[in-house]
């Protein structure tokens, strides 16, 4: 059974950092690119970064680029997003996703999500 | 980047009558359109892929329908725990986009 349990999240102040991980089980992680979606408080969904099987090549929205770092270690199933120069506006629930395969396939499993709030 | 609207932004059905959600691309997103049915405190749950494929073990009343930048969710008979918001997503480019969102209440 695919399992993705995301962690790390919490409150930090605006200006700070944080690192968010994500554990998979239940499949060869290393065959699948993943990425990482947000929520804010009661809104859509927006695609923040994506990352390939081998971790080689790293994909990110504008509004995260340059201030966020995707990486993976195949070696312990693990998906990370570290997180710099945070504003009230990264305020969201951070899942992570598998990807049905390659890049451009849709996501088939989501994390249950884990909030982080950047508030002084 | 592809722009995704849905319409309507929310609708109330009868239960056991049809519900359609509309999404348009605001480019060509091929086939390469999914749908997800998000309740709340819940991720998001895939209904739907390469536009039209249902995922395994999804109400066979939830369809799609669509390509290039017109794309349709239909619930045919809607049940109490349909009740949810519905955002379509296209994989086609990157940056990966979703539509604003679908309310679907029982009316």
């Known amino acids: 059974e695919v399992q993705l349990l995301d962690s790390g999240g919490g409150l930090v102040q605006p200006g700070g950092s944080l690192r968010l991980s994500c554990e998979a089980s239940g499949f060869t992680f290393s065959n699948y690119v993943m990425s990482w979606v947000r929520q804010a408080p009661g809104k859509g969904l927006e695609w923040v970064s994506g990352?390939?099987?081998?971790?080689?090549?790293?994909y990110y929205a504008d509004s995260v680029k340059g201030r966020f770092t995707i990486s993976r270690d195949n070696s312990k199933n693990m998906l990370y997003l570290q997180m710099h120069s945070l504003t009230a506006e990264d305020t969201a629930i951070y899942y992570c996703?598998?990807?049905?395969?390659?890049?451009?396939?849709?996501?088939?499993?989501w994390g249950q999500g884990t909030l982080v709030t950047v508030s002084s | 980047d592809v722009v995704m609207t849905q319409s309507p932004a929310s609708l109330a059905v009868s239960l056991g009558e049809r519900a359609t959600i509309n999404c348009k691309s605001s480019?060509?997103?091929?086939?390469?359109l999914a749908w997800y049915q998000q309740k709340p405190g819940q991720p998001p749950k895939l209904l739907i892929y390469w536009a039209s494929a249902r995922e395994s073990g999804v109400p066979d009343r939830f369809s799609g329908s669509g390509s290039g930048t017109d794309f349709t969710l239909t619930i045919s008979s809607l049940k109490a725990e349909d009740v949810a918001v519905y955002y379509c997503?296209?994989?086609?480019?990157?940056?990966?986009?979703f539509g604003p969102g679908t309310r679907v209440d029982i009316k």
């Open positions: 996703a598998k990807h049905l395969g390659g890049l451009n396939t849709h996501f088939d499993y």
């Open positions: 990352v390939s099987g081998t971790g080689a090549n790293t």
């Open positions: 480019s060509s997103s091929g086939n390469y």
């Open positions: 997503h296209q994989y086609y480019s990157v940056p990966f986009t």
